[in-house]
């Protein structure tokens, strides 16, 4: 069954390592290894909540990539690196000190609405490559700035050089870039030292497996695809219908809305998710029009 898994990802771990992981434990052995992918990347010096998908599920992977996502984040103001963490070389030292007040002094200025700049070690592909590729093999990385929104930055500790934040922030953001600038603002370094995203989406820490819970006992770490797509509405079809909504056509619901909006939904029949899709108003009534359709329910129900 298509399912989510949230995963602590280990420090080290690539995001792709941990999606191969979980991968291999939901897979038969002499079958055909089950689809996966994640719902934003992760570096692998950071820990926390990696959102993996299986089997139909990855066709929702969008919702944890769009999705605002929580970090806690330690960086050093005393010196910086190519990578911007405590995996590149060191590009800078710096011997001045900084105070609680000067720090917090900088923080709004890096709240709301912002510029930044991706760090050149990041999975951006530059005209079909990825930067981090590029940037290892010595080639020139121009980084075009993106506007992100940092919804929160709290100061959670402070003893110099060391910073730690609690952020909440739009998809897109690089928190080590984040640490770069605040440190850049007050003339210093800016180094992560430690970086572990506690949520993504809303979905609270406490969601988290380890990779020796999941391998244990596997079943119950699967959250259903329902919940992952529970800020959606619900819309169940009658047997007919669904098959209907499986080959792809739209339906005219029985209910009439007056000035009703599009909504999206998902889509069952009695209990089977059938897929998602939008409705919107038609000439007297609802019409449901097909967005993402689950091919495990085709094939059942087809």
Request: with cysteine.
């Amino acid at each position: 069954m298509p399912g989510i898994i949230f995963l602590d990802k280990p420090s080290g771990w690539t995001s792709r390592r941990a999606v191969n992981e979980v991968a291999r434990i939901f897979s038969t052995p002499g079958q055909k290894r089950i689809k996966a992918g994640h719902g934003g990347t992760l570096d692998p010096l950071a820990t926390g909540m990696l959102p993996i998908l299986l089997g139909d599920a990855t066709r929702f992977a969008d919702m944890g990539l769009n999705a605002e996502k929580s970090y806690r984040v330690s960086f050093d103001l005393s010196f910086q690196s190519d990578t911007l963490d405590m995996e590149g070389e060191v590009t800078g030292r710096f011997d001045a000190s900084v105070s609680q007040q000067q720090l917090e002094s900088v923080l709004p200025e890096f709240r709301g609405a912002i510029e930044q700049i991706p760090p050149q070690y990041s999975a951006i592909r530059i005209d079909g490559k990825r930067a981090h590729d590029l940037a290892r093999r010595g080639k020139h990385v121009d980084m075009q700035p993106r506007r992100v929104t940092v919804y929160s930055l709290r100061l959670l500790a402070f003893s110099f050089p060391l910073v730690t934040l609690a952020v909440t922030c739009s998809k897109g953001t690089y928190i080590r870039s984040l640490a770069r600038d605040i440190g850049t603002n007050l003339g210093m370094g800016g180094c992560v030292t430690d970086l572990r995203r506690l949520s993504t989406g809303g979905w609270p820490e406490a969601m988290m497996v380890s990779p020796r819970q999941l391998a244990a006992d596997r079943e119950a770490c699967l959250l259903p695809l329902a919940q992952w797509l529970r800020d959606l509405g619900r819309q169940v079809l009658t047997a007919a219908d669904g098959r209907r909504f499986l080959q792809g056509q739209r339906i005219q619901l029985q209910q009439t809305e007056a000035d009703a909006e599009e909504t999206s939904v998902t889509v069952f029949s009695q209990d089977m998710l059938l897929g998602t899709g939008v409705l919107k108003p038609g000439m007297r009534h609802m019409v449901l029009h097909p967005v993402k359709i689950m091919p495990s329910a085709q094939k059942r129900l087809l």
